[in-house]
């Protein structure tokens, strides 16, 4: 959406145009980022969309594989990425604000006819563990241990399948995902959580490093603070609220 007015806090930043088209790339990723009905919705996407709308900004989006996602911010074929864990490597290739947009815990689900009790990396030792490829889980322990199988799927929905199934022991799924997805797909008789996460970070936009980039990460971490005491964040956050008692 874009306004016509001035924003007083885009003036605050020079080398920031207003007006302007920003293309922003992203995985599908429910509760974050997903289509509906032919439509995007999710939590971090409308938090960007008002965010960006109070800049006077109108937005891009495209939904690709993670992979092909990190190829368009970091080639500056897409001006950023939604939702990326920060490691050394990423902040040498792109620009990540101060202020992030939600926090990441990845757990461990489990089918309950089968669990695998989990208190540190050890025990998943011989186990075959559902992931998602090219991300990071906030713990490169878990990423480069080599005890056990990583086994990747494409989709949330896939790995808590597989679990149904028995194709997997277990799968790391962001809690806030795999509880929407859960929900969804009506499995929270058959498939369990364990609380504990096996890793955990903040999820961010982050912005490839271009003329300009640094001005507008600036004045987005700025504006999405501001956003973030608002009523109308809390509505955001309250619609894709799933419930965790039924661990």
């Keep these: 959406m874009r306004i016509s007015h001035l924003v007083l806090p885009l003036l605050l930043w020079p080398g920031v145009s207003l007006a302007a088209n920003l293309k922003i790339v992203s995985e599908a990723w429910a509760p974050y980022i997903f289509e509906h009905d032919g439509q995007l919705q999710g939590v971090d996407y409308e938090t960007v969309q008002q965010v960006f709308s109070q800049l006077g900004y109108h937005i891009e989006w495209e939904l690709t594989p993670w992979k092909r996602a990190m190829l368009s911010v970091t080639s500056g074929r897409a001006d950023a990425i939604l939702d990326i864990l920060p490691d050394a490597e ?25 669990p695998h009790p989990y208190a540190r990396l050890e025990d998943l030792r011989g186990l075959t563990i559902g992931v998602a490829p090219g991300y990071l ?54 498939i369990g959580f364990d609380p504990q996460p096996v890793g955990s970070g903040k999820l961010f936009l982050a912005f490839h490093r271009g003329a300009g980039k640094v001005e507008l990460s600036h004045a987005f971490s700025t504006q999405l603070k501001r956003f973030k005491q608002s009523q109308e964040y809390q509505q955001i956050l309250s619609r894709y609220r799933s419930n965790e008692a039924n661990k």
């Design 90 to 114: 990423r902040r040498r290739q792109l620009i990540f604000p101060s202020e992030h947009l939600s926090i990441n815990d990845s757990v461990l689900f489990y089918s309950r006819r089968h």
């Design 137 to 190: 889980y906030g713990n490169s322990a878990f990423v480069t241990a080599d005890y056990f199988t990583r086994e990747p799927a494409p989709t949330v929905e896939a790995n808590l399948l597989k679990l149904r199934t028995q194709r997997i022991d277990l799968a790391l799924i962001d809690r806030r995902a795999g509880l929407y997805v859960r929900q969804q797909l009506g499995l929270e008789q058959q």
